[in-house]
């Protein structure tokens, strides 16, 4: 059993085009994230979700908009892609806010032509 | 806001011989203190943790040690096998900011 799954694994696409990532847990944890890592590696986090609400937006651009329909679900939607949007989203869940052990999801490579 | 530093970025070492990533971090109000390990192509993994009220914890061939009051805390593993060959992330997390800010990385070598 796939404890945290996001779908799609690879996505490849233009410029100017939205995408979604979808995310989901099965460990029923109360917090969801939404880390970007580029390049080089480096993990950032984007977004946080706690029970659905919306805790942290790390000044990420206003063309994604994270959705969390319930609290196994956070999905990742972005508009108008730009080339600087290449690289690989990971989602992971916690049992806590702060303080716990992060579950990552395989993640999603996306590829912006 | 929290800065997290990682040494050194890349790493090699001999089967067998041991390997010490430090990581230093800005604000004293941080109180918990991952490490993660991310294999190639792979999702990053967390390999051992340590809070504030302790200076060291272990788990086999792997260690942690924290100093407070210099804001600096250190992954040691002993006896290095290939399959420890990864990046390693330290991460530092603070409950008034409600989130958990990784390192740079350090990519470990282990060569056979």
């Known amino acids: 059993d796939t404890a945290v799954s996001q779908t799609p694994k690879y996505l490849v696409t233009q410029m100017g085009n939205d995408k979604s990532i979808k995310c989901e847990q099965n460990?029923?944890?109360?917090?969801m994230y939404w880390y970007k890592q580029d390049s080089k590696k480096f993990l950032k986090i984007m977004f946080s979700y706690n029970n659905k609400e919306l805790i942290i937006n790390e000044t990420v651009p206003n063309r994604f908009s994270p959705k969390s329909p319930d609290k196994a679900h956070l999905n990742l939607h972005i508009n108008s892609l730009e080339l600087g949007d290449s690289a690989v989203y990971f989602c992971?869940?916690?049992?806590?806010?702060?303080?716990?052990?992060?579950?990552f999801g395989e993640g999603s490579r996306l590829t912006v032509l | 806001g929290e800065n997290v530093e990682q040494h050194p970025s890349t790493l090699s070492v001999q089967e067998g011989d041991s390997a010490v990533i430090k990581c230093t971090y800005s604000?004293?109000?941080?109180?918990?203190f991952p490490w993660y390990k991310q294999e190639l192509g792979k999702r990053p993994q967390l390999i051992i943790d340590?809070?504030?009220?302790?200076g060291e914890k272990k788990d086999q061939r792997i260690a942690v040690t924290l100093n407070k009051t210099a804001k600096h805390f250190s992954l040691h593993i002993t006896e290095t096998q290939p399959e420890d060959s990864a990046v390693y992330f330290c991460a530092v997390a603070d409950a008034s900011y409600d989130k958990v800010i990784f390192g740079p990385g350090t990519s470990l070598s282990v060569i056979p």
């Open positions: 340590i809070r504030s009220n302790v």
């Open positions: 604000d004293s109000a941080s109180n918990y």
């Open positions: 460990l029923g944890h109360d917090t």
């Open positions: 992971a869940s916690s049992r806590r806010l702060v303080g716990g052990e992060l579950f």
